[in-house]
Nanobody, 120 residues
């Protein structure tokens, strides 16, 4: 069983920045291999959508961004800490949502979600 702990959400004015973190852990003595780490978001009344994801396979790593955040958000990963980050710059009110961390390690695991609110 893998646990995800998110942090970094909050309230910010439009144009501001926030950094989200998500640390993955498992029971002592257990090991897990992560093939994807990413962030999704869900705004009120809308479906959950992909924000950014890092996928890894034998050929290397690949990063995918939603078109709406490309150029403003940056996803990164610290393999030693099993942690994924989302640096969000130039935030807009449309970015307001609950942000969920997700990893894939044989199956998908989800964090509890962290609220990001961008005021105009």
């Amino acid at each position: 069983q893998v646990q995800l702990v998110e942090s970094g959400g909050g309230l910010v004015q439009a144009g501001g920045s926030l950094r989200l973190s998500c640390a993955a852990s498992t029971a002592p003595g257990s090991a897990f291999s992560i093939t994807a780490m990413g962030w999704y978001r869900q705004a009120p009344g809308k479906q959950r959508e992909l924000v950014a994801v890092i996928t890894s396979d034998s050929f290397g790593s690949r990063i995918t961004y939603a078109a709406s955040v490309k150029g403003r958000f940056t996803i990164s990963r610290d393999n030693a800490k099993n942690t994924v980050y989302l640096q969000m710059n130039s935030l807009k009110p449309d970015d307001t949502a609950v942000y969920y961390c997700s990893i894939h390690s044989r199956v998908y695991y989800w964090g509890q979600g962290t609220q990001v609110t961008v005021s105009s």
